[in-house]
């Protein structure tokens, strides 16, 4: 059986048989047709490969963790205690709100708490003299009773006096408004003198960016075009989802660090008709920043059975795409075909060839 070959040099075919005709109509009446020569074309025959597999998305940067900084308690705004866009460690201090008035609720809060315990120390003395009493029968059991009650009503007055102690005291201590994450405060949402009404305002926020996550989404027609390659055989993907992620910049340029992905939406957007992914990647020295725009590729597939034409081979009619292939009788024909991804130089033909074409 004779192997049909593509057709690479479809154009220069086409080429001659327009120019003969015309040189033709040049020469003189009186000139002896000369005998057409079929123009000498470079020919291949296609074979199935493996080549590898790589997918981009358009993606934005976005810090692994991003937390809002908000006061705990109302009052007003003394200092800011950072520099906007600089790291602030995990715990340390941000804003200070106004702590005069808390200190005040805490001084009354500590004197109710003594005035209870003195309270207490009373009743106790109280129930230790009535106990003799009761035993000899010096005491009435109403007065021995209503002792013992003072007593009891006195401790619970006392734990009281402990709680509102601590509630005043952490109160106190949240108007030293504290970074819950180390990372890259951003710009203050809240200038000194600005009344906060607790954790109703938004103060600032805080971004961790090592590692920092990219954010993308797959179009729901590619995912299931991906899904239809891989049950046919035609695309083999990583175990377990195991890609190696690289972003190009803005400039053009790769980001020198590899990341992989962590996490992919089942669901589909119904506003884009993308599923939200997301990949993780080191950045040691913060060159990455929340919020950049960049191209993230997914390698690590497969396609075993490629098939692969030179670009140049393939022509664009009215109908589509196609390649001359040779048939049997050694002549050119046209053959529609269907592409997929570039491979280097080369299309990667889906539909329309086979082994051997």
């Not at 005035?115 to 009535?130: C, D, G, I, P, Y």
């Not at 600005?194 to 027609?221: H, K, M």
């Amino acid at each position: 059986m004779k192997l049909r070959n593509i057709y690479l040099a479809a154009a220069a075919a086409l080429s001659a048989a327009f120019v003969v005709p015309l040189l033709s109509g040049c020469e003189p009446a009186n000139s002896q047709p000369h005998a057409g020569m079929p123009p000498q074309v470079a020919v291949v025959t296609v074979q199935p490969q493996s080549v590898p597999a790589a997918f981009e998305y358009v993606g934005q940067t976005a810090g692994s963790r991003e937390v809002e900084v908000r006061a705990r308690v109302t009052g007003i705004v003394l200092k800011r205690n950072y520099r906007e866009g600089a790291p602030v460690a995990q715990g340390q201090s941000m804003f200070t709100i106004d702590p005069a008035p808390f200190e005040v609720a805490a001084a009354r809060a500590e004197a109710a708490l003594a005035s209870a315990e003195a309270k207490l120390a009373q009743a106790k003395r109280n129930s230790a003299r009535l106990k003799p009493l009761f035993e000899i029968k010096a005491a009435s059991q109403k007065d021995f009773d209503d002792a013992a009650s003072a007593e009891q009503v006195a401790e619970a007055e006392v734990k009281t006096a402990r709680a509102n102690l601590a509630d005043a005291r952490l109160n106190l201590g949240y108007t030293r408004v504290e970074a819950p994450i180390a990372g890259i405060a951003s710009r203050a949402q809240r200038s000194e003198g600005n009344y906060v009404s607790g954790p109703d305002v938004l103060l600032t926020t805080v971004s961790q960016i090592d590692p920092i996550y990219v954010l993308f989404g797959v179009p729901d027609e590619e995912r299931v075009r991906l899904a239809r390659e891989v049950d046919s055989g035609r695309l083999v993907l990583p175990r377990d989802g195991r890609f190696e992620v690289t972003v190009k910049l803005a400039d053009g340029s790769t980001y020198k660090e590899t990341g992989k992905p962590n996490f992919t939406d089942v669901r589909v957007s119904g506003n884009t008709s993308t599923s939200e992914a997301r990949a993780e990647l080191p950045n040691p020295a913060g060159f990455l920043h929340p919020g950049q725009f960049v191209r993230v590729t997914l390698k690590g597939a497969a396609r075993p059975v490629a098939i692969l034409v030179p670009q140049r081979a393939v022509l664009e009619g009215p109908k589509g795409k196609f390649v001359y292939v040779v048939n049997a009788e050694s002549k050119a024909e046209p053959r529609p075909v269907e592409l997929g991804d570039w491979h280097g130089e080369a299309w990667i033909v889906t539909a329309g060839l086979a082994a051997g074409d």
